[in-house]
């Protein structure tokens, strides 16, 4: 069973990067044919998603983040990591990571965690 965990600060300032992780158990993030992604929720919002990491290690970016948002992994801990530059207010959310099979036949999400910007 696939099990995602974020961590990271839940309180950010302004103007600082916000970096999160997910540690993934339960499978490699270097499989084929999955997707490790990160997705927010603002309050009172609907979900955004934010980008990707593939098994390769291919990134995609939502357009309207792709200059702040940066994705990567570290395969020998299993873990994907987001980082957003830059951070304003419109930035709080809840973040979540989540996989799902390529085609989306199967999909999971951890928790999430609330990152609040603020100063």
């Known amino acids: 069973q696939v099990q995602l965990q974020e961590s990271g600060p839940g309180l950010v300032k302004p103007s600082q990067t916000l970096s999160l992780t997910c540690t993934v158990s339960?499978?490699?993030?270097?499989?084929?044919?999955?997707?490790w992604s990160w997705i927010r929720q603002p309050p009172g919002k609907a979900l955004e998603f934010m980008g990707v990491?593939?098994?390769?290690?291919?990134?995609y970016y939502n357009p309207s983040l792709k200059s702040r948002t940066s994705i990567s992994r570290d395969t020998s801990k299993n873990q994907f990591t987001l980082q957003l530059t830059s951070v304003t207010p419109e930035d709080t959310a809840v973040y979540y990571c989540?996989?799902?099979?390529?085609?989306?036949?199967?999909?999971?999400w951890g928790q999430g965690t609330q990152v609040t910007v603020s100063s």
């Open positions: 989540a996989t799902n099979t390529i085609p989306t036949i199967y999909s999971t």
């Open positions: 990491i593939v098994g390769s290690g291919t990134t």
């Open positions: 339960g499978g490699s993030i270097t499989t084929n044919n999955y997707a």
